[in-house]
């Protein structure tokens, strides 16, 4: 691998989108791998725009691109702006906020680089004890997990993670059409239909907000992404 591309969708991250950019461009990479960061604006009415503006200002780094939305599609729909301009043979969704360490990237990429899998997801529950988050948050978590592993017949333990490293002609292939919160599991979904890649999950810091601190997912985000289990597993 020479190359990963960064995908880092926005919506009303003005507190925290500078220093995700800043950590993030400033993140070394398992065997000098070359970062392409690519900040997708999905139309925020707050100041991130101004705040990306003004890092990337500050950086003044060639490997940075931002795509601006002029309307709200949602974060499957930033990410699918992302994908269309990613040139890097992996490509892996990095949150606007700070909920997950972007050094941990690397933990995804040496399962790549050693050859041990095709796809890698970063779990939040993998082999410890969950911490952080509301009893119903990781409720939930779980049994959305259990559905898409009894459907898309899989074996992951954190199917709603942002860290998802794909190769990304397979992420190019895939269609995707979800615009919010769906892209979750619709992109699990379509990608166990790949039979002949291999997956693997690496435990990943998981630092959860609350709705006060912009967390945006609600209830509503569940239902729909039941639906998507169930649409996107059972087709074909």
């Known amino acids: 691998m020479k190359k990963l591309s960064i995908i880092i969708p926005v919506y009303n991250e003005a507190k925290t989108i500078a220093e ?7 993140l070394v990479l398992l065997n000098d791998i070359e970062k392409e960061i690519i900040v997708v604006d999905d139309c925020s009415t707050d100041q991130s725009n101004g705040e990306i503006k003004a890092e990337l200002e500050k950086l003044n780094s060639s490997s940075i691109k931002l795509c601006k939305h002029e309307i709200n599609k949602g974060k499957g729909g930033a990410i ?8 890097g043979e992996y490509t892996i969704i990095q949150d606007a906020d700070l909920e997950l360490v972007p050094a941990e990237i690397n933990n995804l990429l040496q399962i790549v680089i050693d050859k041990k899998a095709d796809i890698v997801y970063g779990s939040r529950f993998l082999n410890k004890k969950v911490k952080g988050g509301s009893w119903l948050s990781n409720r939930a978590n779980a ?5 898409s592993n009894r459907v898309f017949g899989i074996r992951i333990t954190d199917m709603e993670t942002c860290y998802k490293l794909v190769p990304t002609p397979v992420f190019k292939s895939l269609k995707l059409v979800e615009q919010r919160f769906g892209f979750e599991p619709e992109i699990t979904a379509k990608l166990a239909k790949h039979k002949n890649l291999k ?4 435990a990943i810091t998981y630092n959860p ?14 239902f729909r992404a039941v639906w998507c289990i169930l649409k996107y597993g059972c087709g074909k």
Do not use: C, P, S, Y
Not at 80 to 87: L, P, R, V
Not at 199 to 202: F, S
């Open 20 to 26: 995700v950019i800043r950590v993030v461009n400033g």
């Open 80 to 87: 699918h702006t992302g994908i269309k301009e990613a040139t």
């Open 143 to 147: 049994f959305l997990t259990w559905l």
């Open 199 to 202: 997956w693997a999950e690496v």
């Open 209 to 222: 907000r609350n709705n006060q601190q912009g967390k945006k997912i609600g209830w509503k985000d569940g």
